[in-house]
């Protein structure tokens, strides 16, 4: 029931990127070893590391048929070091929940881990139902 989306394969800074060449070789070498390893074609969504692009780089991704998608709601959750305590995951995430929030977690964060099942739990008494980019 999962989408995955092409967040390319080196996690380069896209909008230092202005060439086509080197764009489409991020995302189609992702997409390619995606295929290899799952049998599948990659979904077309795409979503720029660290959030970084330029209007460059979004022409580029439309004309190699992809939709770029941000995220609205997103945390610290990263440094695998450094990991948020429960408590200030579920402060961040219960307090900024929006309708329509695309929410950026992190599968490194053993906190997002050890917390999933409850937050989505709660979301839900929220009043928040979940579905995927294809349902928009």
Known sequence: GHIVGNHTYHHPDMSAISDKASFQKELDSLAALYQEITGQELSHFYRPPQ???????????????YQTVFWSLA???????KQPTREEAFD??????HPGAIVLLHNTS???????????????????????????
């Open 110 to 136: 053993s906190t997002n881990g050890q917390i999933l099942d409850e937050l989505l739990t709660k979301w839900k008494e929220m009043g928040y139902t979940f579905g995927t980019l294809n349902d928009f």
């Open 75 to 81: 945390y610290v959750d990263w440094y695998q070091d």
């Open 92 to 97: 961040k995430l219960l307090t900024r929940i």
């Open 51 to 65: 959030g970084k692009y330029s209007e460059q780089n979004l022409k580029l991704a439309q004309e190699l048929g």
